[in-house]
């Protein structure tokens, strides 16, 4: 028996690689040979990947007809940005079953893991960025019970509260930091305050509940480590700190954490085209996270599920999601909620359903929701307005509002000017010159040379 993307249940690739392509293309992404050129030669923009923007409709025909067994390198990294299915490797891929995957997330395995950032080699390695179904059963063992747990600790020099307190204080200033900032400004300073914590947590001693709580800051602060990585396009590095930040929420007993950190990695996903781990990652949180989430947390979650499902398509399912997340949000006492979840707001659900419906090229809805994203967020959250921004100047440019769309990029480029370090924003306005210059490449060319003064961290896997 084979999937819906001609993979067999034990997961071999049955059918020939075009067949699987024109599959994901018509039944997943419901997109015509033209769509997905387009969306090609925009990811082909967003990855600086110039020999990318060439793609016909005739080469796509190729692929699928099998004419063409093997796409360019070039093509093979924009496929993989966009989820696609992609051609066996040339060699077969070997993956180890020295390690049951369950034992892989006991304490002592995941304390092994984050010993490794403590190495020097962590800077100098490459991280694979992966995607479909491969990302998304990274999370599968988070739904198991932790198989041991932390317990006392009597070697080293004594922590207590207080110390974990001090650690969660510094870890909220970072997030709020961003807000503002960017991930560019902060990510030295975070991996920093990471390898601190993991010291303590491998060589101090504590009590079983202090222990806990530790695992949780080192969560929040390798999720947070995994979100700066994803600000500054170092994707594959991202999902090492994401699963870093999963098992230190497995080891805390913490689904709160865990759901917050998937519900990143969901974020994460979807903005790079692939909603097939975006939803994975949302429905696990969920199910993980049943019967012990926060109304506004739960409320995050399930606008992470409906942009997943915008991105592949489900518009109705896209909307019950949003529909629920907008209930709980309403439903939510802030003063009960946990401090990282400040950030979500009715105006960042906005900002999120508008860039969905974006997805599904739905420029009209989209400019709706985002322009309300815009006028509610306040000026502590610099980042976000930009990005806000630069979707909403997107969004219009495909609903044939060019002048209007050339003066909302110019207000995101004004946030940019203020110091404001973040690749994704970057990368949201190199989409939409990308977009603009089909309608009006002199518009389009002078937005570029003013991003072009913005240094930009090389798109990396």
């Not at 099998?66 to 993956?95: C, E, F, K």
């Not at 902060?186 to 695992?215: F, H, K, M, N, P």
């Not at 913005?454 to 798109?459: D, L, V």
Request: hydrophobic letters at 40%; charged letters at 25%; a negative charge.
């Amino acid at each position: 028996m084979t999937g819906p993307l001609g993979m067999a249940d034990d997961g071999s690739e049955e059918r020939p690689w075009g067949e699987r392509l024109r599959t994901w293309r018509e039944d997943v992404k419901h997109w015509s040979r033209a769509e997905f050129r387009d969306e090609v030669v925009a990811a082909a923009y967003r990855l600086g990947e110039h020999r990318g923007q060439q793609l016909d409709e005739r080469l796509i025909g190729r692929w699928e007809s099998g004419d063409v067994l093997r796409p360019q390198s070039v093509y093979r990294r924009i496929l993989a940005h966009l989820g696609a299915p992609l051609p066996p490797p040339t060699q077969p891929l070997i993956v180890s079953r020295t390690m049951d995957p369950v034992e892989a997330w006991g304490v002592r395995t995941n304390l092994h893991m984050l010993r490794t950032e403590l190495g020097d080699d962590v800077k100098r390695r490459i991280f694979v960025a992966q995607s479909g179904p491969a990302l998304a059963g990274l999370a599968n063992p988070w739904l198991l019970d932790p198989i041991d747990r932390v317990v006392d600790r009597i070697d080293g020099r004594r922590i207590g509260h207080a110390t974990v307190t001090d650690i969660e204080t510094i870890t909220a200033a970072r997030q709020r930091m961003d807000d503002v900032l960017g991930g560019g400004t902060l990510l030295a300073a975070v991996r920093e305050d990471l390898r601190i914590s993991i010291t303590l947590v491998t060589r101090a001693s504590y009590s079983a509940e202090v222990g806990r709580r530790l695992y949780s800051v080192i969560g929040e602060q390798a999720r947070l480590a995994s979100w700066f990585c994803f600000d500054t396009g170092r994707h594959g590095l991202s999902q090492h700190y994401t699963q870093m930040a999963l098992r230190a929420a497995h080891s805390a007993e913490d689904r709160q954490v865990g759901a917050n950190v998937l519900g990143f990695a969901a974020a994460q996903a979807a903005l790079s085209g692939d909603g097939i781990a975006a939803e994975a990652f949302s429905r696990t949180a969920l199910a993980g996270g049943r019967g012990t989430l926060t109304p506004a947390v739960e409320a995050a979650t399930y606008t992470r599920l409906g942009s997943a499902r915008a991105r592949l398509g489900d518009l109705p399912g896209a909307a019950a999601a949003f529909e629920t997340a907008e209930e709980l949000l309403a439903a939510s006492d802030p003063e009960e909620e946990p401090d990282w979840i400040y950030w979500f707001t009715a105006d960042d659900l906005h900002g999120i359903v508008g860039y969905s419906y974006l997805f599904a090229r739905e420029p009209g809805t989209a400019i709706h929701h985002l322009t309300q994203a815009v006028d509610g967020t306040s000026e502590e959250f610099t980042r976000d307005r930009a990005f806000w921004l630069g979707k909403t100047a997107t969004a219009q440019v495909l609903n044939g509002d060019l002048d209007e769309s050339r003066h909302t990029a110019d207000r995101a480029l004004e946030l940019l000017d203020g110091g404001l370090s973040s690749g994704l924003v970057v990368e949201v306005l190199t989409e939409f010159c990308g977009i603009l210059r089909a309608r009006n490449p002199r518009a389009a060319a002078d937005v570029e040379e003013r991003l072009a003064t913005y240094a930009r961290t090389p798109r990396q896997a």
